[in-house]
């Protein structure tokens, strides 16, 4: 295998050590450092926390999924049917209600100590007590209760509410009870005030997977150390650095040189220059995930988008066509809304009908109606940061081109990604905001209650209690057809209402170095199996 190229001051601060100390770093072991150590670029500017219970952004996951372990999992190869991870089977509780789930022997924990069911126990009476973004997912469990120390069983308030493919999701990787309460972590029902263990978790995990957390450096690195204790066979890389490289072509000069072994952010200028290149190849997997507009409707941040007819106006300016095609190379589909192309009730040809489509014609048909002829003025807030390719930067001014083609002025607003999310997540919009959406895990659930719920509130939309009853509705159905004719009338209703612009669907295109063999992506919503990634 030829040794990845890594500078001696990037290996220093890898291994923790001062600059003072690069001259005492022996040949020897920088060539074995260089060959142990699995070194990706990636934009993680919007890492905010590391704790699984309160981790609500896009790159997080593939740190999450690579120190800790899930009930079960989700396969590249198959994202409706759930394999065994720490649990081996699973079965409805006696009473038909519930779940019970028979844990795998063996596993223990990075720190030594065997996994039990009173640490599955605690770590979901944690998340639903902490009452943040991830026990909303599992709002169907009502607690979760020991049955001996391998099984456990999920008591559900909704029997029928599809919970399998939510547990696979990293922000339900089993934590040591005892590792995490010594930091302060508690699974009482006050525990949204009285939990202290975040701080301690965004520099150490307590999982059971095949990495352990030991640094994260915010808009800088995170380290991760191979868990000698891992159940499911070791990696052949002893540490995994996660480079924060906000600037696409910095990644790309980095991976070209052999500093990093991966590339996420490439745009796809950038990877046409790599056709030839025998050092690099260009992996693909179409996504699950997409990027999109929110646009508010409260008449205080801005009277004119609280008119149905304005929201509709920039629905109809945007160049579609052009985002898929100029600015992503055509390596990204466009749904209709918050459900992706590929799961149930989403199609392109359903795209195509119920969702919004360029007509300038109508764009000003919708403005003459909502009383502003010549248009309006409006905001685009968006992080300092890149997604799928692009970076939002690219993407809002793009967004104003169009919009002035039919008259609507649009003022930029780029912010850090972490008080982009406050402004978002508070409803403080004083206009649109573009942002992601990754599968927390894949279920259409998640995607729709996360509309008429969250997102619902941050954008001021006063959801009607037909539109909350119709995602329950087809949730819980268990005919497919007949779920998949429901949510495309849920995906009518919401497309209306002109709240949330769907701009792309990715297909992932990560620029990998030959030096690296099995490199397995996923769209189940941390992107790679990196306990899974071999050498060549």
């Known amino acids: 295998m030829t040794a990845t190229v890594i500078d001696r001051r990037t290996l220093a601060r890898m291994l923790g050590l001062s600059a003072a100390m690069l ?127 391998k099984t456990v069983d999920f008591i559900m308030n909704a029997p029928n509410a599809p919970v399998l493919p939510i547990l696979a999701a990293p922000g339900n990787g089993i934590l040591e009870k005892a590792a995490v309460m010594a930091q302060g972590g508690t699974d009482a029902a006050d525990a949204q005030q009285s939990d202290k263990a975040t701080d301690w978790l965004n520099n150490n995990s307590a999982g059971t997977g095949p990495f352990r957390l030991v640094r994260w ?58 056709r030839g290149d025998t050092t690099v190849r260009i992996d693909r997997m179409p ?27 920039i629905g109809y300016a945007i160049d579609y066509d052009g985002i898929l095609g100029s600015l992503l190379g055509g390596a990204a589909v466009r749904p209709a809304h918050f459900l992706p192309i590929g799961v149930n009730g989403s199609t392109e040809r359903i795209a195509r009908e119920v969702g919004f489509n360029t007509n300038l014609d109508r ?55 972490v008080n982009l999310r406050t402004v978002y997540t508070q409803g403080r919009l004083a206009g649109g905001v573009l942002t992601f959406w990754n599968p927390p895990a894949v279920s259409n659930d998640l995607w729709a209650s996360a509309v008429v719920e969250r997102v619902a509130r941050r954008v001021h939309w006063t ?45 992932y295109q990560i620029a990998v170095r030959n030096t690296i063999g099995a490199f397995p992506l996923t769209a189940a919503g941390w992107q790679l199996e990196t306990g899974k990634v071999r050498p060549a």
Do not use: C
């Open 23 to 149: 001259p005492m770093l022996p040949e020897k072991v920088l060539a074995q450092a260089r060959n142990t150590t699995l070194v990706l670029g990636i934009d993680i500017s919007d890492t905010i926390t590391l704790d699984p219970v309160r981790q609500a952004q896009y790159t997080p996951p593939m740190t999450l999924a690579a120190t800790y372990d899930a009930l079960v999992t989700l396969t590249p190869d198959d994202l409706v049917n759930v394999k065994p991870a720490l649990a081996t089977s699973w079965q409805r509780t006696p009473d038909g209600r519930g779940w019970r789930f028979t844990l795998r022997d063996g596993v223990k924990f990075a720190s030594g100590n065997p996994l039990t069911a009173e640490d599955v126990r605690w770590t979901f009476m944690r998340l639903l007590n902490m009452k943040e973004q991830t026990q909303q997912y599992l709002k169907s469990v009502d607690r979760v209760e020991v049955v001996d120390p």
């Open 217 to 274: 450096e915010r808009n800088s690195q995170i380290q991760l150390v191979r868990n000698p204790h891992y159940w499911g066979g070791a990696s052949p890389f002893e540490r995994v650095v996660i480079r924060h490289l906000s600037d696409s072509a910095a990644q790309l000069l980095a991976v070209r040189r052999g500093d990093v072994a991966a590339a996420f952010n490439l745009i796809p200028e950038q990877i046409a220059t790599l």
């Open 463 to 507: 959801v009607p209690q037909a539109m909350t009853d119709l995602v329950k509705r087809a949730s819980e159905e268990q005919d497919l057809e007949k779920a998949a004719g429901l949510w495309v009338e849920w995906q009518r209703g919401v497309v209306d209402v002109a709240h949330h612009f769907i701009l792309f669907q990715p297909t």
């Open 287 to 313: 996504s699950l995930d997409f990027v999109y507009m929110a646009v508010t409707e409260s008449p205080a941040a801005n009277p004119v988008l609280a008119k149905k007819e304005a929201r509709h106006a």
């Open 363 to 417: 764009a000003r048909q919708m403005l003459q109606a909502a009383g502003v002829p010549d248009g309006f003025e409006m905001e685009i807030a968006y992080g300092n940061a890149a997604v799928a390719g692009i970076s939002y930067q690219v993407l809002g001014q793009k967004l104003q081109a169009d919009l002035a083609r039919v008259g609507i002025r649009v003022r930029l607003n780029p912010m850090d990604q």
